[in-house]
């Protein structure tokens, strides 16, 4: 069924499945089944159809696709007598090759989730009351059209970042109701997106050839767990370490944070936050004034700075680290080629993020890996950018803030949000919230009840990733150009209906004719178009029927001959050297993180995830504040002890947890919890840093800088016990009988 | 030959990211954890992910180790069992028979890995959630041990498949839950007395081997492949622990199992 | 007369207390045993016997999955439309909420006949390629009356061994429970 038993041949004969695979069951009321219940147990049931492509017990995989909060995946989903059992990577999908993350397995639990909602809903009772009125779709479909056309000209529409043919067809939304189109995205992909264009001149993110790299120095990025591509760096790492005869990649990892991707470094240099890019900057210093790397290129790339004034031993006490670690650093980066340079999420969640970034990515440019095998990779443009374009960049908190004035004065009239969580995610200062109850109609096509649905006057449930088409364009993709393809694995399990497809009837209701009716005319007619460009995995057939069927039971459409045009030259960039700025004067920098599970709490719905222990402190379900040990003795708390976090902002409490590799002028909080409202599994938990950080913007992008906060902390005399998978001794390494033995080679 | 189902897991390609876990909860019918669970110390993780840690703040490393059920060739857990619910099949898995199980914990408390987890309720989904439970698992009810089967309903389900066919189950036909979600493929499974196999190459080739608690002498056919590290930390400092009254009192002991 | 009354109400309670088990045993065997229960109702009194002794139908005609799965699995009203569409349903009340339930989608809930519990796999495909026909465990279905099929082998655990012996084949709990 898998590696290999679950190849090509196989999937030909399931693709046709999607709309027809998920029939039976009709009449089956769910909410009787199990619980030993006899009248159920002893039956079994004649389905009323039986479709070629549905067998009657046994299991079928269907390939599908999930665009994600970041890369995405192509999957394979195990669907027996209409119901999806178990998510697994596509094999044949080049970004995963068969592989998935602990999200993309818990995709089932949205589809049958027990709070999604049932139906189109309209608002009873005041706004934010959560008072709701089921109401039929055609009811629904009815006061949709009547608010697109009140609303036309004036609307704004907010989703996350959207590729390929649902952007596509957004497009033509805005384009026919008239108005703006906002991306809400964790605001640190802005400044990363932002770097890479002024790097390396492209506008899609890119790739690491980790497979061929024999060094990585990693700044903060979390590439392993919740970064842009996590499954296929992943894949990547293993390459890195154990893929070659001979040869073992080394990874050394400059941050804050023993995080949970740098507990996998060979080293770990704890510098002070947002010294990241003075710490580049030496390095170059170091590289260029020792002869070890080429001279005219780094004049090029740091033209508007004097490098010398960052010599090692002036940026080593801002950067809490010695001169000689970082001339050790540099000399190990230009002496272990081909070595990389990435950096990205705390790195990025300061005042001068792009900067830090800006510098990082520059020092690949020294030690030649910019484009070239073991470095950084580029992506190609999308095959067809018209009818499949590449996802855009979020909007960052300072551009928000127009958009959330505009609201409060009425001058926008209709506000439209998909899959976005824009009042959980943004600063409360911003006030979004209210803001959106300022006057104009709200429409959520959420299936959960959040933050920012609890706003809405009409809720439109949409359909979730296994019950959709799409035709995504990856970002960032595998080096060459991918679409992957999205079908629907079950039919939907609730009263929903395809987002596409709402924005379609939308447009036509604000006088726009489209070419298609629903959402799969639209992959239908994109494939074709596929077709006729060329190109591709599928070869051997001219039938447009058969074209369709092949790339549905691949999962998606590649051609890994089509890669990016030459590499970029050399840009003038960083300019300038900037040093982060720090709200507060509280004597703790506070540090908010994205966990391996939950992210920045997109999923925070999902018990799996819930569940599931951060893999550094191994705590679940919770919310805490990790402090230094000799730090907890200063204070007088031990783990589980509140605190009281105090910021320019607010003060919050929270309950400390004591990890080891703590700095002590850090207190590190996890990301993601903290929802007011957000199904039975997230609902008031823990706590939200946003609501608590000082709303500083990163200098040039405008992206909120999650890490600008200083916090003051005092102990609260209250306990609790923080609900954990280790137990209440953290487990040492023993000396003469290790659980994880290790053999050192240096 | 007959089979006998093993495991390799490389630490040095364990990046800690858990894609394992949620892949063998969503196999295997496991209840959902609750806070509570993890409160008692009751959370089911047939396959979990520890951590451990060496040294402290600034020179500090932590390390990861997915942990399964070892299916031990002399396994502790066996001969305890009054009702003979938990034994030893000839393809050399440690098996639990549900339906025969009492509840004694015996098997638990012998078991030196801690893989064996105990029902104390019985397992309760939402009724949408129930659509997700795989039919060829058995749902385990109040009473009764459970853990890490290797994925046995997929070792059977390969068998019948190749019996079919009028040949024998080979390398490649499938895999564990856990082998098949890891990103860096750290898990590999197949069977240890087929030489050609990629688990039994592994463990020829590799010098890194060792098995988890060797000294016991029960033999795991799990086969972990040691971490690797080129830049250790220095000897003083690595197995220097930090003040226990730092972690906060031990608040009652709950049981284990 | 209380120094005989006593012992023999104190035998006659032991014989009683001991006659518990065996009772249960007895019960076990012949009333509570799944041969000995009556025919279950179905919604249609569907005749085994038509398909296969008048029309010839093999079984795997509608069970389909009996020879490459675990489920024999019971058709889709789709098949059964199949020919049912062009024979006449006039006077035939039992066919008539076939169509019906065809044409309103509506699907058929059977109750069934042979149950296994939760825990145990059976695999039909395994026992049918080891040479073994329906009828060994399922019985001469097609003279069974409409509606009326009953189970006629008693499918517990004893009777799953003895055939496993007899037969040669695997023992090991983890064959079936999992």
Not at chain 2, 24 to 31: D, K, M, S, V, Y
Not at chain 3, 115 to 140: K, M, R, Y
Request: charged fraction near 20%.
């Amino acid at each position: 069924m898998w590696k290999g038993a679950m190849r090509r041949r196989d999937f030909l004969k399931l693709v046709a499945a999607s709309g027809a695979g998920a029939v039976v069951f009709t009449g089956c009321d769910v909410s009787s089944w199990g619980n030993g219940d006899p009248k159920r147990e002893f039956q079994i049931q004649s389905a009323v159809d039986n479709p070629q492509d549905f067998a009657l017990g046994r299991d079928l995989w269907y390939a599908t696709a999930f665009s994600g909060i970041s890369g995405g995946s192509g999957l394979i989903v195990r669907v027996y007598e209409g119901r999806a059992k178990k998510v697994d990577g596509n094999p044949d999908y080049p970004l995963n090759l068969g592989r998935s993350t602990a999200l993309e397995q818990s995709l089932v639990q949205e589809l049958y989730h027990p709070d999604r909602i049932g139906g189109p809903l309209r608002l009873k009772g005041a706004r934010g009351s959560g008072s709701y009125e089921a109401i039929s779709w055609d009811e629904a479909q009815t006061e949709y059209n009547s608010m697109i056309t009140a609303g036309k000209g004036s609307a704004l529409l907010i989703t996350s970042p959207l590729s390929g043919s649902t952007a596509a067809v957004a497009d033509q939304f805005v384009k026919a109701v008239g108005g703006q189109h906002v991306t809400y995205e964790p605001e640190e992909r802005i400044v990363l997106r932002e770097a890479v264009r002024r790097v390396f001149g492209s506008p899609r993110l890119p790739t690491f050839d980790l497979a061929n790299t024999n060094f990585l120095l990693n700044f903060g990025a979390e590439f392993l767990n919740d970064w842009i591509s996590p499954v296929h760096l992943s894949i990547g790492y293993g390459a890195f370490r154990q893929g070659r005869a001979g040869t073992r990649g080394r990874y050394w990892h400059v941050s804050p944070q023993l995080s949970a991707t740098a507990a996998n470094a060979d080293k770990w240099v704890p510098i002070t936050p947002g010294s990241e890019g003075l710490v580049a900057l030496s390095m170059a210093q170091v590289m260029t004034s020792q002869g070890l790397v080429d001279k005219s290129a780094a004049g090029t790339i740091y033209s508007g700075i004097t490098l010398d004034d960052y010599a090692p031993d002036k940026v080593a006490s801002k950067a809490g680290i010695t001169a000689d670690q970082i001339t050790d650093m540099a000399k190990t980066f230009a002496g272990q080629k081909p070595s990389l340079a990435i950096a990205g999420t705390s790195a990025s969640a300061h005042t001068n993020g792009l900067f830090n970034l800006t510098a990082v990515y520059s020092l690949n440019y020294l030690v030649g890996s910019v484009g070239t095998k073991g470095g950084v990779m580029f992506n190609p443009d999308s095959p067809l950018p018209d009818v499949l374009p590449n996802s855009t960049t979020g909007t960052s908190y300072r551009d928000w803030q127009p958009i959330v004035n505009k609201l409060k004065s009425g001058g926008t009239k209709l506000a439209l949000i998909y899959n976005a969580n824009p009042v959980y995610g943004l600063p409360p200062a911003i006030g979004l919230q209210a803001a959106l109850g300022a006057g104009a109609k709200v429409v959520s096509f959420s299936n959960f009840m959040d933050e920012t649905t609890t706003q809405a006057d009409l809720i439109l449930p949409t359909n979730v990733v296994l019950e959709d088409w799409g035709l995504h364009v990856p970002d960032p993709g595998p080096g060459f150009q991918t679409v992957a393809l999205q079908q629907p694995v079950v039919k939907p399990f609730v009263d929903s209906k395809p987002f596409v497809d709402l924005l379609i009837s939308g447009a036509t209701a604000a006088g726009a004719t489209l070419p298609w009716k629903t959402n799969e005319d639209v992959v239908r007619a994109t494939v074709a178009q596929l077709q006729k460009a060329g190109g591709g995995n599928i070869t051997g057939t001219d039938d447009p029927k058969e074209y369709f069927v092949t790339v549905q039971g691949q999962g998606g459409w590649w051609d890994t001959k089509k890669t990016a045009s030459a590499a970029p030259t050399a840009p003038a960039t960083p300019t300038k050297a900037t040093e982060a700025q720090f709200d507060g004067n509280g004597s703790f920098y506070l540090l908010p993180y994205p966990t391996n599970s939950l992210g920045y709490g997109e999923y925070a719905n999902l018990p799996w995830l819930q569940a599931l222990p951060e893999p550094i402190s191994t705590n679940v379900w919770a919310s805490w504040v990790e402090l230094n040990p000799t730090t907890g003795k200063k204070l007088n708390v031990v783990t589980g002890d509140i605190v009281k976090l105090t910021t320019s902002t607010t003060t919050v409490e929270a309950a400390v947890y004591i990890n080891p590799a703590a700095a002590t002028n850090i207190a590190l909080v996890p990301l993601g919890q903290g929802h007011v409202i957000f199904s039975r599994y997230a609902e008031k938990r823990g706590n939200n840093p946003v609501t608590f950080i000082a709303p500083k913007m990163e200098a040039e992008t405008g992206a909120l800088a999650m890490a600008a906060t200083r916090v003051s902390i005092a102990k609260a005399h209250k306990k609790v016990r923080i609900p954990r998978l280790e137990g209440a001794v953290p487990a040492y390494q023993l000396e003469d009988f290790p659980i994880i033995e290790v053999e050192n080679t240096k | 030959m007959a089979k006998r189902w093993g495991m390799t897991i490389d630490l040095d390609l364990c990046t800690g990211c858990q894609a394992c876990v949620v892949s063998c909860q969503a196999e295997n019918n496991i209840p959902i954890n609750t806070e509570e669970n993890f409160q008692q110390r009751r959370a089911i993780e047939w396959i979990r992910v520890e951590r451990y840690w060496e040294g402290e703040f600034p020179t500090v490393k932590a390390r990861y180790i997915p942990v399964p059920c070892m299916m031990c060739e002399n396994a502790p857990c066996e001969p305890v069992c009054p009702v003979y619910a938990t034994y030893h099949t000839d393809q050399g898995l440690n098996f639990q028979v549900y339906n025969r199980c009492i509840g004694t914990r015996y098997c638990s408390v012998n078991c030196h890995w801690h893989v064996r987890f105990f029902n104390f309720w019985e397992p309760k989904w939402p009724d949408t959630l129930k659509q997700q439970l795989n039919p060829l698992v058995a749902v385990r009810s109040r009473g009764v041990m459970e853990k890490c089967s290797f994925c046995i309903q997929r070792i059977d389900h390969a068998e019948q498949a190749a019996e079919l066919q009028k040949r024998d189950v080979k390398d490649g036909d499938f895999t564990t839950a856990c082998a098949q979600a890891c990103p860096t493929r750290a898990i590999v499974f197949g069977d240890l007395n087929d030489t050609t196999s990629e688990v039994a190459k592994t463990v020829a080739s590799t010098d890194r081997g060792y098995q988890l608690l060797a000294d016991l002498g029960t033999n795991p056919a799990v086969v972990y492949l040691k971490k690797i590290d080129s830049d250790p930390l220095p000897d003083g400092i690595k197995h220097r622990y930090f003040d226990s009254s730092q972690v906060g009192s031990v608040q009652g002991t709950v049981a284990v199992g | 007369m209380g120094r005989i009354i006593k012992p023999v109400v104190v035998v006659v309670v032991i014989l009683l207390v001991l006659a518990i088990p065996a009772l249960a045993i007895v019960a076990r065997s012949y009333i509570l045993a799944p041969t000995a229960q009556p025919a279950k109702s179905q919604p249609i009194a569907f005749p085994h016997s038509i398909h296969v002794n008048v029309v010839g139908l093999d079984c795997t005609f509608c069970h389909r999955g009996a020879t490459t799965q675990a489920d024999s699995t019971i058709p889709a009203l789709q098949l059964c439309m199949g020919c049912h569409s062009i024979i006449p349903t006039t006077d035939r009340p039992e066919l008539q909420m076939l169509v019906t339930a065809f044409n309103s989608g509506t699907p058929i809930n059977w109750t069934r006949v042979d149950q296994l519990p939760d825990h145990v796999h059976f695999v039909h495909a395994e026992h049918i390629n080891a040479g073994f026909s329906c009828a060994t465990c399922h019985g001469d279905v097609a003279s069974m009356a409409p509606g009326a099929v009953v189970q006629v082998r008693d499918l517990r655990m004893g009777d799953c061994i003895t055939c496993h012996r007899e037969n040669n084949a695997p023992t090991d709990c983890s064959t079936c429970h999992y």
